[in-house]
């Protein structure tokens, strides 16, 4: 799909009938948001004001009028827009969507004759020059426009003119009240056109000038070269989509006591404590049954006692696969009965939608065709040589007999969560499926409920991390977790937000994960954890921790950023109170990102000067049309060194509030929730980890 | 068309069976170059090396294989080039295309199930694990691509393949002089191998292993999920498209006598004169009957005396249109004799193509039809309220009997001379023209004629001269005219090579027109023309000048960028030896723009830290690949003052070379012919109007 016209003389037959077809003229391209000119789908917010754009001209000097044409997908109205000329051929109109799901949105425009022929009349005018034959034109135009037979005079139109005004207007026709067309304003016709024109001139002029007449013209006109860009699309999400906080548990370690495996009723008993950090997403590991062959054993050990659960990612057991619930976490009533009461208080439940099987799940005998099986009668199970992973066997999307029974069993399974009140999945290992996979399921799924959301777990190359987003997923996991140094953080939040990224990618920033203890908080202590944790909150709409965050857990196996004694591998048990938690440093950044709108996006993000290589300088915006103008700034500053002292100038950019480089402005420090104000952009900041590590700035300039 | 898979899940009705197609699984997008996915044609020239790339990547971790495939576009046979992976997904290959013309380019990726086989089996290996099952399922892939039966054993396919390199090698098979495909290299594949492995084994291995049987396989396989992009355009041109230096005149003033009417045997009495000076495109205005009805006299006066020879622009009289020759001129012999003997001594004469009619043209009473006619039965002329242009009129593309008949007769015009030996063709003002107009004339005309080239003569909305380059123009008039301060030259010339423009935008720097006597040479005196003649000469592959630039004509209509006593409505005479001219400068210029490749083109121009506002810096490297070394530069330093000594401080990008800031390097003044060696990257340069206002610099390492 393109913007452009199809036109395409490089073919070696050109045939002149399409080449001369009068709505191959006009040229509307470039048209905006779109990604990969129309082949994926941009994605907005609903109640967020949207700027759709395109560059549209014609040969010639003439004037253009256009229409944004948009619609729910779905539906057969389309409404209509006027776009607004810019600025250097560029035509702009904003829409904000309401409802959920996929629009289309197509761009018309058309030579408008009579605008053009009277502004040509009117520079007449201003040169005092005879007008008579372009008044006769003009009044030819509108007799197309209104369809009158071509043998009705001048006068007579004229005439036809003043009784539609009259009839109009309920009252009699006093040519002193029209209002000229403001289109025309610019114009110098002053009240002396009696001078230079005669009485019937003068009154036919005004007549057609008059706002009346540039309205009806506009309603019935036939549009001249009237041309269509191809139709583009977009989706609409709720919030969610781009703005939450993410607490991700194992059900079976909720029940505080190592030895008894956690249940739905644990992890409601949990509900409240995660509420009141301010999380609303609850994203649980995979809740199906575990299989028993090669099941691993702690720390992943290939030896396995009879009480080790096994890791949940092997998927299926003699009680069911996909669509079944490990009857040690609860039945199904507890899982509904846990699911509500998360609902009630508002916190989402996302699911783990892993396709792989354990060697017991029941497809391995029901459908032994859509597995990749050895020559030597084998299965082949994952592995990465020499890494095995005795415990997990894959699909194999592509076999013979797979196509299309498995894809459709795999969709089903999602439907299946989704009909269960599920709407958001996080999918493991997304970039080893294939993406026309990906791109037919998430398109089903969403066609029957618009709400759901898919985050993929992907850390691999960045354009097939691009391309899982453009193809659908609505949120991604990031390489956040190993951004640590100014260098690093700053050039990837940059490029989050370049090439128009942002339109698709919708980056998750994960402190941790339980496949993840990163080095920098297993180095760093409670301020590392502090620091990690401002930085993810501060600067992306999405930011999630793995359960154990929020007490500083990073006991690692030596020299790996694995967690000692893994919860992929055994029941553990916390102490939520413990001391160092820093429960409340959290539940205070999730309140903050609630208040202020800056927070919820990783758009709208700009670096700035700061002399100290420990410390990282960053304002947070949001997102903004370039015209708007600030009349506040988020600022952040983390002292990346998070144990030791660190002293910065730095240089607020007062700039981006219109203000002069000496001026005052008002600071509310966010965490201490103080007032101060201060002078000038240039500041030093002390950044003392015995007092914070970071500060969190809302600015404004000092009222007077 | 678009580089993508044409997939469209956002489509409401989804085929499965689409979405399953193993031909999807791959990705291939980002191919270049390309002008917006495909839809229109980048232009190179025959024999440089062009990069094609694409990103192509699949999900999962194998490896895949990708090859160019290029033709022709009117042959049949595809040419074959392996592409190698650079970095990040990104494959390249170069290819350097000879002939003139359209190409058809197109991208082919596979998943090489063997190699990725191989590869997890030498992962295994180095690891010392078991082999025995990875071998046989080896020994299984070969057996598909030699098509051999299923039943054949493992050993009858690893004799087959002994017999296979026996008979290849012409000698018997010694494992010991296999080679080891260089793909697999990386691995640690020692000679212990029999250590661990028995001999039967190690020997299946070595053969799978070597060169020779890849080779078999690559040529055999069957290339797994083999997917192709969709097939992209490109144009070779020649030379001259991009490298070439114009003089513009008219020729009824090249007799040296005003009273006397200018012929093609005037012309070529010039012609040694403009060779010498270095020009290779002599550029005629009209050489068309002019018509007699409102010609206009001298200075575009409405009162025209019996002896003024009209507007060349005001085409057609009694004596015909536009494939007729004034002959006032002279005969079609004449025209050819001048013509041959131009091209004697390579120069290429480029005609106008203007489109519009005198009203004496005979299209007027043999196709009335082609024209806009008023209500009152006159015709519309040409004009811009209060300004008119009574001596021409316009024809009108989409009046209903004009299509297609008036298209195709313009085209036939320009075939016409096509025919007549004539290959460049400067065209008036196609903006206000349509574009498909434009886009199949010019396919037309390069289908028979490759080598044609258009020259566009747009000056309008940055948009609209982008869009003619693309639709077909081979150069395009440019704004360069009026780009007179360090600030506009440098964001100027930056902006001609952003956005992929360089790939079709080819700039025109013209110093002057007839009608552009800019008010730069009109206030800066001869100093003036140095500067704006040097600016053009070593910023653009292609310049130009109007005849009388090389004596410093610029004697103006007051307060207008227009000529007093223009040679549009007059015949004037020149004294090409008057004092103060610059041929001498304006031919250096030309022979060093014929030595030094990287004045041939826009590209590669930086600018340079110069610390005076009135002295530009730059450098030119020319069209260079971002990998390649360089060896030497241009570095041009101009004194845009013009009169007034300058003085200023350079930092000469000696890193360009790779050498350091403290660096000897040898200079070549070009202008000059004076060698001299300098020290490091901080040079004071003077630049003494009454020695020179400009200096170029040929520069490279000092030899030891």
Same mark, same amino acid.
Request: hydrophobic share 20%; aromatic share 8%.
């Given at each position: 799909m393109n913007s452009d016209d199809g036109l395409s003389c490089h073919s070696s037959t050109i045939n002149l009938a399409d080449v001369t077809?009068?709505?191959?003229?006009i040229v509307i391209e470039?048209?905006?948001?779109?990604i990969d000119a129309g082949r994926f789908t941009p994605k907005f917010l609903s109640n967020e004001p949207v700027n759709i754009e395109a560059d549209i001209y014609i040969d010639s000097h003439d004037k253009l009028s256009c229409n944004l044409l948009w619609k729910?997908?779905?539906?057969k109205q389309w409404n209509v827009s006027p776009m607004q000329?810019?600025?250097?051929?560029r035509w702009r109109c904003q829409v904000t969507f309401d409802n959920l799901g996929l629009f289309d949105l197509q761009v018309e425009a058309w030579l408008d004759n009579f605008a053009n022929h009277l502004h040509k009349l009117l520079k007449k005018v201003e040169a005092k020059m005879d007008i008579k034959l372009e008044l006769e034109e003009g009044v030819e135009l509108i007799k197309k426009t209104l369809n009158l037979?071509?043998?009705?005079?001048h006068d007579e139109v004229l005439a036809h003119l003043e009784n539609y005004l009259c009839s109009y207007k309920n009252k009699p026709l006093d040519k002193a009240s029209l209002t000229i067309n403001?289109?025309?304003?610019?114009? %110098? $016709?002053?009240?002396?056109?009696l001078e230079y024109y005669d009485l019937k001139d003068t009154s036919a002029l005004l007549l057609l000038l008059s706002n009346d007449i540039q309205t009806l013209h506009q309603t019935?006109?036939?549009?001249?070269?009237l041309t269509h860009s191809s139709i583009f699309p977009l989706r609409v999400e709720r919030t969610q989509a781009e703005f939450s906080n993410w607490y991700e548990v194992?059900?079976?370690?909720?029940?505080?006591?190592?030895n008894r495996h956690g249940t739905f009723g644990d992890l409601m008993a949990r509900l409240p404590h995660i509420k009141e950090m301010g999380f609303d997403t609850l994203y649980l590991t995979p809740i199906h049954p575990i299989g028993e062959k090669f099941r691993k054993g702690k720390n992943n050990s290939l030896i396995c006692n009879v009480d080790d659960p096994g890791s949940p990612y092997a998927i299926g057991s003699h009680e069911g696969g996909?669509? %079944? $619930?490990?009857s040690r976490i609860g039945s199904w009533q507890d899982f509904r009965c846990m699911r509500d009461a998360a609902k009630s208080i508002n916190i989402e439940i996302a699911l783990d939608f892993a396709i792989q099987c354990s060697p017991d799940h029941p497809w391995l005998t029901?459908?032994?065709?859509w597995f990749n099986w050895r020559l030597d009668g084998s299965l082949r199970y994952a592995e990465n040589p020499p890494k095995k992973y005795q415990d997990i066997v894959n699909v194999d999307f592509y076999a013979p007999q797979a196509i299309p029974a498995l894809w459709i069993a795999l969709k089903d399974v999602v439907l299946f969560w989704a009909n269960e009140g599920i709407r958001t999945f996080r999918v493991d290992?997304?970039?080893?499926?294939?993406f026309p996979f990906w791109e037919w399921l998430i398109a089903e799924v969403q066609d029957t409920f618009p709400d759901t959301i898919f985050l993929s777990e992907a850390f691999t190359s960045p354009k097939i991390m691009a391309r899982l987003a453009k193809i659908g997923f609505t949120q991604s996991y990031t390489y956040f977790t190993w951004r640590n140094t100014k260098y690093e953080l700053t050039s990837y939040l940059q490029e989050l937000n370049e090439d128009g990224l942002a339109d698709y990618f919708k980056p998750h920033f994960f402190v941790n994960t339980p496949d993840i203890n990163p080095f920098y908080l297993q180095q760093h202590g409670r301020n590392g954890f502090l620091v990690r944790a401002a930085l993810a909150a501060s600067t992306s709409g999405l930011w999630g921790i793995s359960s154990g965050f929020e007490i500083c857990e990073a006991e690692a196996?030596?020299?790996?950023?694995e967690f000692k004694n893994s919860e992929k591998y055994e029941i553990r048990a916390w102490?939520?109170?413990?001391?160092?938690?820093?429960v409340s440093e959290i539940s205070t950044l999730n309140r903050l990102r609630k208040t202020?709108?800056?927070?919820?996006?990783?758009?709208g993000i700009d670096f700035h000067f700061c002399d100290n290589d420990q410390v990282i300088f960053y304002s947070k915006k949001g997102k903004?049309?370039?015209?708007e103008k600030l009349d506040s700034l988020i600022l952040v500053a983390v002292?990346?060194?998070?144990?030791h002292l660190q002293e910065a100038n730095l240089e607020v950019p007062l700039y981006m509030l219109g203000?002069?480089?000496?001026a005052q402005f008002e600071v509310h420090d966010l965490m201490s929730d103080s007032h101060f104000s201060l002078d000038g952009k240039w500041q030093k900041l002390c950044l003392d980890p015995s007092q914070y590590v970071f500060v969190i700035w809302h600015i404004k300039a000092r009222e007077h």
């Open positions: 077809d009068k709505r191959r003229r470039n048209f905006s948001p779109a729910q997908k779905k539906s000329l810019i600025n250097n051929d037979s071509h043998e009705t005079t403001s289109a025309f304003e610019n114009y %110098a $016709i002053e009240a002396d056109l019935n006109c036939q549009k001249e070269f194992f059900p079976r370690s909720q029940s505080g006591d190592s996909h669509d %079944a $619930i490990n029901e459908h032994p065709e290992n997304p970039h080893t499926k294939p196996i030596e020299g790996k950023e102490d939520w109170t413990s001391e160092g938690n820093i202020y709108k800056p927070l919820q996006t990783q758009q903004t049309h370039s015209e002292n990346l060194s998070a144990n203000l002069h480089d000496n």
